[in-house]
């Protein structure tokens, strides 16, 4: 690689990130201030910094409920949406029977739909299942949602295979769940490692279905909780940056553990 | 990859294939028909109702929502920025986030955290975002306070109040949101571009740029392509930002067929007039969704591993 | 203090109007064992409101030993719009709840979801009087209200005096003087939230007010009926007030209750000399301001209120007022007690507690000396010599007319739209009626 005028991809990059990351860091530092600070000069630094309102959020039970809620639904959502999406998209991927291309699209159609077309009936559906108000009425329907996501990725990953392995390894006398358990899954560890970041942020962030079914304060998750905060403290406006802070800890830290794998991932999905 | 079809007859796991087929994309199916497919065809269903959500589903009006929707120019205001948003989306963000990630693409210190805080926008859930922009734009806010600071006090607007300029500065925060993962889409995709032809390229005298253009470039297209599709997709039913930072204000200047959905079906409490709208949006998402499939997408995911099975 | 709609709440409210979470509170229980567990949803999240509502329901318990009383605040857009519709759908999750009354307690009787209460509150009734009305339909009582108030100009005495002014305008050609004397001073006359579009919204009212007589209006209100001229002349009179410029700049995305740049947060900081609101405002400026009292919510010193201004040669009667307020619903699964609960919240002794809270103003007879600032008893004064009390428009008409009667009213503030058209959208949404 020729190395171009090094500084200006520096700049380019600072530039990129600066503009990126300024909102974020107007937040975090807003917490550590107090709302008569922010009224008087909203783009200041804290003068003095004051730590009450982070502390004012740490020390609530209802964030850390919350915060556990919100744990619960993405792993079970994403390890939902990681099984079952394989599971298709391995038959999908690399068996050809009748009606494939028909499912594939069906899948795909999922992707056209806004949760907000289906949430009336699902409401009522949930209901008459009995899932209000449980964590798994939030999670089932939105692994449901998530599928089409993740096997549009998983499908060209999987096909990504070379199908001589898996003439070896039938050769070698393993049955087709053999080789999809024992070689294609390792295998495909990137790509799901992809999609069950998807999902798992995805979930995290979501907000519409959980406020559907878990109207209560209580069992509510994350998102929920910062709209419930910052609603009822709307007029203390530096512990709302506070709470929103803390809220995007989680999903940032997450992502910057499993980022290498994601772009590993996206390498493996991009290139199918 | 490739299309080497199956050779081995197996003909005894005929049976045990289906089998297999059957039991692995049945938990898949069931789950996804019964609450994705189901609720939509019953919200289609509803939409032909004329029902406030309290009562009895009994006054069926047929076409009467639809006509109604499509007749009202505030809802044909919301498909026009639908549109807009497809259109600068695709022509401004793509050849930013495509030079960024091409910029990005090569040894530098600290490349790990660059793409990870260049991310961090993607990870944040749209309430978080909205919220933070909303206290950001206020007037004699923080952005304010910052141009001002580097003597760019003219620029200041009335970024959220002015119908003018309402749907630029949602449109800037929008791609502050998604031009991240805009970016590290394609430097995956740049991953699988093999650096033996850039240097072959460059052997042959190739400037930068020309490498870029007719190497690199097109070797991004399928990746070009899956970001355009989510990216429309994503134009078309945007909601959770909008209604957080402007509610589709103000005066309707940036309302999107979603928010026209939850501000004149919900709010107003005409449940089925609400539907019909929402069916509307999936009629538009799927017509875009045919023609790029049809005519875009075709070549990447026609040519397909057939595995027989039977 | 009443927290109305705020935008970002309005996320959760629009969407799932209909549909929504369930609380996982439990309904209550008539049990094998006579214990007894109402649920209760109200809109005070904050205090005074959220301590005052939870020593009720302590009391209550202590009288009543086999009852428990779940109370539970939510925002109030999320509550009126969300929660509520869905418990009501589902059959249960509560059992006495906020009720705003009018058009959306009318919906809730005809699905019925709400509790007849007319036999048992007829004392309740005598000392509440007229302004019970719009928790009554055809004749019968379906709640109680606990707060109602009127609208009226909250304004700064400080700023008013230094723009020269010395006594709050009665008339509305003495309020243009007045706004150009702020002007002239360099003070912004006016802050409305028209963000949240109702608060701009209330400006029509008060115009329709002025310009409709009791009768049209009443009118209005039963048989969507806004065919008379009354209703463009107050769009007419509406424009020219927007035309002489008196608002805040950035008004349109103004919100009315949401931290310092609200419009009740520009009054209380001195950065706006007036706002046209309702009986809570001093309660929601001392929220915004108790960070800076060291966490007490007091209302500014410099407040003072006076009544929307007449208007020479109106048509509509100039003793009416535009108010309206709080009360609370039995659902109709509630067990009896709830009435109990709804009774002894009505009862001279909590609304007078109510009063002194300083949270908003009771309704009930023997209970106004209670009310320690004069600002409110001035509001109450107000209230009481109203010949005419027309409850706000978009509560009284319901949300569908309500909704397109806001907005078309904030096309106007937007420079699009007419007068005309606001009329138009009414009448169009009530025939989809």
């Known amino acids: 690689m020729r190395r171009l005028s090094q500084p200006a991809v520096y700049f380019v990059a600072l530039l990129a990130v600066a503009v990126t990351i300024a909102p974020v860091i107007y937040v975090v530092i807003g917490g550590f201030r107090t709302t008569a600070q922010i009224n008087a000069d909203p783009a200041g630094f804290p003068d003095p910094w004051v730590w009450d309102k982070y502390g004012q959020v740490l020390g609530s039970p209802a964030f850390w409920q919350q915060a556990l809620n919100s744990s619960i639904v993405a792993l079970v959502t994403t390890a939902g949406v990681v099984m079952l999406g394989v599971m298709a998209a391995f038959v999908i991927a690399r068996y050809s029977f009748r009606g494939r291309e028909a499912v594939f699209s069906l899948f795909t159609a999922g992707l056209l739909f806004p949760l907000s077309v289906a949430i009336v009936p699902l409401f009522v559906m949930l209901k008459n299942l009995g899932l209000l108000s449980t964590l798994a009425g939030v999670a089932i329907p939105q692994i449901a949602f998530q599928l089409p996501t993740t096997i549009i990725i998983l499908v060209p990953f999987l096909r990504g295979i070379p199908a001589e392995l898996e003439d070896a390894a039938m050769i070698d006398g393993a049955s087709r769940l053999g080789f999809f358990w024992r070689i294609l899954l390792p295998l495909s560890g990137p790509g799901l490692v992809t999609v069950g970041v998807l999902a798992f942020v995805a979930s995290w962030n979501a907000y519409l279905l959980p406020l559907l079914i878990l109207g209560n304060p209580k069992t509510a998750t994350l998102p929920l909780g910062v709209q419930y905060f910052a609603t009822a403290y709307s007029q203390d406006t530096a512990a709302v940056l506070a709470f929103t802070s803390i809220a995007a800890l989680p999903a940032i830290l997450f992502f910057t553990i499993a980022q290498r794998r994601i772009v590993g991932g996206l390498t493996g999905a991009v290139k199918g | 990859m490739t299309a080497a079809p199956l050779t081995r007859p197996l003909r005894r796991s005929r049976r045990r294939g289906r089998a297999l087929i059957i039991g692995f994309l049945a938990p898949a199916l069931v789950v996804y028909l019964t609450f994705v497919l189901l609720p939509v065809g019953l919200a289609a269903v509803y939409s032909f109702f004329n029902w406030n959500g309290l009562s009895a589903l009994d006054r069926f009006i047929g076409f009467d929502n639809y006509a109604r929707a499509l007749a009202d120019p505030v809802f044909q205001g919301a498909i026009g920025h639908n549109l807009a948003i497809v259109g600068l989306s695709l022509l401004i963000q793509g050849p930013i986030a495509i030079g960024v990630a091409l910029l990005l693409n090569r040894p530098l210190r600290g490349r790990t955290i660059i793409r990870l805080l260049i991310f961090v926008p993607y990870v944040l859930s749209e309430v978080i975002a909205g919220l933070a922009w909303k206290l950001l734009l206020q007037p004699d806010g923080p952005v304010d306070g910052v141009l001002q600071g580097m003597g760019l006090g003219g620029v200041v607007q009335l970024w959220l109040a002015d119908q003018n300029v309402v749907f630029w500065t949602l449109f800037f925060v929008l791609c502050w949101k998604y031009l991240g993962f805009a970016i590290i889409l394609f430097l995956a995709g740049l991953q699988g571009v093999p650096d033996e032809l850039s240097e072959a390229a460059q052997i042959d005298g190739a400037t930068w740029w020309q490498t870029q253009r007719h190497i690199t470039i097109p070797l991004l297209g399928p990746t070009i392509r899956i970001w355009a599709f989510l990216s429309i997709i994503g134009s078309l039913q945007l909601f959770d930002m909008v209604w957080i930072l402007t509610g589709g204000g103000p005066v309707n200047a940036t309302t999107t067929m979603a928010t026209y959905m939850v501000q004149y079906g919900f709010q107003r409490s005409q449940l089925g007039y609400g539907s019909a709208v929402a069916v509307i949006l999936f009629i538009v998402s799927l017509i875009f969704a045919l023609l790029y499939q049809r005519f875009i997408l075709r070549r990447d995911f026609g040519a397909s591993l057939t595995r027989g099975v039977s | ?433």
């Open chain 3, 1 to 433: 203090m009443m927290n109305r709609r705020s935008k970002l709440v309005a996320v959760s409210a629009a969407v799932t109007l209909a549909v929504g979470a369930l609380a996982g509170c439990s309904g209550s229980q008539g049990g094998g064992d006579g214990k007894v567990t109402i649920t209760w949803w109200h809109n005070g999240t904050a205090d005074p409101l959220l301590s005052l509502w939870d020593g009720v329901a302590r009391d209550f318990e202590k009288s009543h030993p086999n009852v428990t009383v779940k109370v539970e605040a939510y925002q109030n857009e999320e509550l009126q719009r969300t929660l509520i519709p869905n418990a009501l759908r589902s059959g249960s999750g509560v059992d006495l709840y906020q009720q705003w009354g009018a058009g959306e307690l009318a919906s809730q009787v005809e699905a019925g979801y709400v509790m007849d209460i007319t036999d048992d509150v007829t004392d309740e009734l005598d000392a509440i009087g007229g302004t019970a009305a719009p928790w009554q339909y055809q004749g019968k009582t379906y709640g109680l209200p606990f707060q109602f108030g009127i609208e009226g100009f909250w304004y700064n005495k400080d700023l008013f005096a230094q723009a020269g002014i010395d006594t709050p305008p009665t008339t509305l050609d003495e309020l243009y003087g007045d706004i150009d004397k702020l002007k002239t001073a360099g003070i912004t006359p006016i802050a409305v939230g028209a963000g949240d579009k109702w608060p701009a919204a209330h400006y029509w009212y008060n115009f329709a007010l002025k310009s409709c007589s009791p009768a049209v209006l009443q009118k209005a209100q039963s048989d969507y009926d806004f065919s008379d001229g009354c209703f463009v002349k107050a769009g007419e009179l509406l424009q020219q007030f927007i035309d002489s410029k008196p608002f805040n700049d950035g008004y349109l995305a103004t919100s009315a209750q949401q931290g310092a740049g609200s419009s009740a947060g520009l009054l209380a900081t001195g950065k706006a000399a007036m706002e046209l609101m309702g009986h809570w405002d001093p309660g929601v400026m001392g929220g915004i301001l108790a960070d800076e009292n060291g966490g007490e919510a007091k209302a500014p010193d410099f407040l003072g209120w006076f009544n929307f201004p007449g208007i020479e040669g109106a048509q509509g009667d100039p003793t009416a007022a535009l108010g309206g307020g709080d009360g609370f619903s039995c659902a109709a699964w509630a067990p009896k007690e709830c009435v109990e609960l709804l009774k002894y919240i009505d009862s001279v002794e909590v609304q007078s507690k109510f009063g002194e809270s300083g949270a908003g103003l009771p309704v009930v007879k023997g209970s106004e000396s209670s009310i320690a600032d004069p600002n409110l008893q001035q509001v109450l004064a107000g209230l009481h010599s109203a010949s005419y009390v027309q409850l706000w428009l978009d509560t009284a008409y319901g949300p569908t007319v309500g909704g397109a009667m806001n907005d078309g009213i904030v096309a106007l503030f937007g420079g699009k739209g007419t007068p005309d058209d606001i009329v138009k959208s009414m009448e169009d949404a009530a025939a989809t009626l």
